[in-house]
Structures are given as C-alpha cells and as structure tokens.
C-alpha cells in the first residue's frame, strides 16, 4: 500500500524558511511521480488543489510561476523522501500543503493526475 506522510509544517515570519518533507512507503520510489500541491483555508473541498511543485524521474522538476526562485524541491532516494525547501516565505504562501504521487508522465501540475496524497502540514507565514 502506497503510504505518504508530510512533515515539517508550522508558523514562521514573512521573509522565513521552512523545510517540508514527504516520506513515501509502499512503492519503488522512482515508479512514481511526487507533486506538491497546497489549499488555503478559503478554498472549498472539492476545489482544485493548487499546484506548487513535482520531481519526476531524470531528475526532472518543475515549479509553479507563483514559488519559482523561492522554493526547491529535492529527493533522498535512500530515505525515499522528497523535500519542499521554501525560503522567503509570503502570507500568502499560508496553506495545507500536500504531497501527493503519480505513475501519470504527464500533467503533472494538475492534482487530479495523482492517485495518492498524504494527510498535509500546514504551514502558516504570518506578515
């Protein structure tokens, strides 16, 4: 059973890091896709998750224009672990963040294109 947990959440000051980590069991690691998408508190279940970054296979990766420059995603295959590197933080960066896999090689940016999802961590960038 494929298995995804975050960590690394929590409140930090506008201009702040916080590192994310996603532990994934269940699987071979480089099999899968892993996104991660976030959903503010605004947002209403069912709404699309919005997209925030994934690394695939080749070390492919890929960011959205909103964290680009900002946020690193990188891997640990040993650990199988992604990581979410987020520096210069924003308020409006504040949201449950997921991390998610696919076997899909495309459409990566689109959450529907991933078939698991771990619980979230929520991160919190106070101004």
């Known amino acids: 059973e494929v298995q995804l947990v975050e960590s690394g959440g929590g409140l930090v000051q506008a201009g702040g890091s916080l590192r994310l980590s996603c532990a994934a069991s269940?699987?071979?690691?480089?099999?899968?896709?892993i996104g991660w998408f976030r959903q503010a508190s605004g947002q209403a279940l069912g709404q699309d998750r919005d997209?925030?970054?994934?690394?695939?296979?080749?070390?492919?990766?890929a960011y959205s224009d909103s964290v680009k420059g900002r946020f690193t995603i990188s891997r640990d295959d040993a650990k199988k672990t992604l990581y979410l590197q987020m520096d210069n933080l924003k308020p409006e960066d504040t949201a449950v963040y997921y991390c998610?896999?696919?076997?899909?090689?495309?459409?990566?940016?689109?959450?529907?294109?991933?078939?698991?999802w771990g619980q979230g961590t929520q991160v919190t960038v106070s101004s």
């Open positions: 998610a896999a696919s076997t899909e090689p495309y459409g990566l940016d689109v959450w529907r294109q991933y078939d698991y």
């Open positions: 997209f925030v970054a994934y690394a695939r296979s080749g070390d492919i990766t």
């Open positions: 269940g699987y071979t690691f480089d099999d899968y896709a």
